[in-house]
């Protein structure tokens, strides 16, 4: 199990599957839209997601970035995980 699934489980949030690459998708609840979502989340935390249409991927998805030292992962995922349990 990995850092983000551990977190993604505790949240509203779904972790899609994926083979491999620099990226995971996640599903937002049907209540939260990408776009906001992605804008609060930067707002309220200074924490970069993608909305899921930057991809061509369907509505209700945001992309994260696994590229990032293990430290800024972790609070990022911290960060996003909140804005989603309180959203």
Known sequence: ???LERHIRASPLTLLEGDAGWCRILQLPRRLDEETFALDVAKRYQTRIA???LYD???GHIVVS???PYE???LGITRLCECANKS
């Open 1 to 3: 199990q990995t850092v």
């Open 51 to 53: 909305p899921g249409y």
């Open 57 to 59: 991927l369907p509505l």
């Open 66 to 68: 696994l590229l990032l």
């Open 72 to 74: 800024s992962f972790l």
